[in-house]
Nanobody, 119 residues
Framework: QVQLVESGGGLVQPGGSLRLSCAASGSIFSLYAMAWYRQAPGKQRELVAAISTGGNTNYADSVKGRFTISRDNAKNTLYLQMISLKPEDTAVYYC?????????????WGQGTQVTVSS
C-alpha cells in the first residue's frame, strides 16, 4: 500500500512557473514507477509525465520542453517542475504510483492538487 500526497499547486499567471511535489509513504518508493496525470474540467484524465524506477522519463507532447519530472528516492518524493505555463495547463494534477508484483499491477493515486493558469 502506498499513500501519495500532492502539494505545490496554485494560481499562476501565463508564462509563470510552479513545482509540484508528491510525498509517498507506506512502501518502498524506489520500487514504483511514478507519473503525473492531469484532468481538466469536462476532459478525461491524461498522462503528463512519467519516470521509471531507473530514471527514464516520458512526456506528453503538449508539455515537452516545459515540464520536467524527477524523483528523489531518498526523500520518497516525486516532483514536477513546470515552466512557461499556459492557460491550457489548468487542471487538477494527480500523482500516480505503479508496480507489478507476480503479474499483478498495483496502482495508487493521490488526491490531486489544483493548478490554475490565468491572468
Amino acid at each position: 500500500q502506498v499513500q501519495l500526497v500532492e502539494s505545490g499547486g496554485g494560481l499562476v499567471q501565463p508564462g509563470g512557473s510552479l513545482r509540484l511535489s508528491c510525498a509517498a509513504s507506506g512502501s518502498i518508493f524506489s520500487l514504483y514507477a511514478m507519473a503525473w496525470y492531469r484532468q481538466a474540467p469536462g476532459k478525461q484524465r491524461e498522462l503528463v509525465a512519467a519516470i521509471s524506477t531507473g530514471g527514464n522519463t516520458n512526456y506528453a507532447d503538449s508539455v515537452k520542453g516545459r515540464f520536467t519530472i524527477s524523483r528523489d528516492n531518498a526523500k520518497n518524493t516525486l516532483y514536477l517542475q513546470m515552466i512557461s505555463l499556459k492557460p491550457e495547463d489548468t487542471a487538477v494534477y494527480y500523482c500516480n504510483a505503479e508496480r507489478f508484483i507476480a503479474w499483478n499491477k498495483y496502482t495508487y493515486w493521490g488526491q490531486g492538487t489544483q493548478v490554475t493558469v490565468s491572468s
